[in-house]
T-cell receptor, first 118, second 114 residues
Framework: GAGVSQSPSNKVTEKGKDVELRCDPISGHTALYWYRQSLGQGLEFLIYFQGNSAPDKSGLPSDRFSAERTGGSVSTLTIQRTQQEDSAVYLC????????????????FGSGTRLTVV | DQQVKQNSPSLSVQEGRISILNCDYTNSMFDYFLWYKKYPAEGPTFLISISSIKDKNEDGRFTVFLNKSAKHLSLHIVPSQPGDSAVYFCAASDSGGSNYKLTFGKGTLLTVNP
């Protein structure tokens, strides 16, 4: 596609429910990232996928969070038993390659999914 | 522990004047710095970057200055235009570590008044 596509754009869920957030990266981009931005905060790294390498999950805040990337393309971020502190904008980004090249020239971000847990 | 700090939540300038956005960092391992611009309901877009081997990088109306000894960088926009009104994020990476990972500041909301 022309850009990074995320769905849904907005999600309101009840505390304790599970949610799935989807990301379609730019075609041909091998690296994919998830970040989140809580209210009044900067973007916080969650997870990084690069090709067939093991993902860097070091940013996931708890074991309620998981992500997968199928076929090296679409990624799904799953939050189980959502809590109010999970409310944030979840941003997906992709880049042609990973590593320093990606950070040197910047990732391409999607518009995000605004998650509200009530 | 905030490793990238943007201490001004907001900045307002007149069209045609200079906008200066500031950023400080604490992690001495950071050696690559980027600025992103974000409009409401959109994802951040990459604006300009600088490596720690340089102290200045210019791209059109945008210039980033890096002062390594002070662990400080700034983004200058000259002349400022109303379309520059957005949130600006400073970000940093460590090329010797997880070099794909960016650490972001909280952002500065720039408003350029016509």
């Amino acid at each position: 596609g022309a850009g990074v596509s995320q769905s849904p754009s907005n999600k309101v869920t009840e505390k304790g429910k599970d949610v799935e957030l989807r990301c379609d990266p730019i075609s041909g981009h091998t690296a994919l990232y998830w970040y989140r931005q809580s209210l009044g905060q900067g973007l916080e790294f969650l997870i990084y996928f690069q090709g067939n390498s093991a993902p860097d999950k070091s940013g996931l805040p708890s074991d309620r969070f998981s992500a997968e990337r199928t076929g090296g393309s679409v990624s799904t971020l799953t939050i189980q038993r959502t809590q109010q502190e999970d409310s944030a904008v979840y941003l997906c980004a992709s880049s042609l390659g990973g590593g320093q090249g990606a950070t040197s020239y910047g990732y391409t971000f999607g518009s995000g999914t605004r998650l509200t847990v009530v | 522990d905030q490793q990238v700090k943007q201490n001004s939540p907001s900045l307002s300038v007149q069209e045609g004047r200079i906008s200066i956005l500031n950023c400080d960092y604490t992690n001495s391992m950071f050696d690559y710095f980027l600025w992103y611009k974000k409009y409401p309901a959109e994802g951040p877009t990459f604006l300009i970057s600088i490596s720690s081997i340089k102290d200045k990088n210019e791209d059109g109306r945008f210039t980033v200055f890096l002062n390594k000894s002070a662990k400080h960088l700034s983004l200058h926009i000259v002349p400022s235009q109303p379309g520059d009104s957005a949130v600006y994020f400073c970000a940093a990476s460590d090329s010797g570590g997880s070099n794909y990972k960016l650490t972001f500041g909280k952002g500065t909301l720039l408003t350029v008044n016509p």
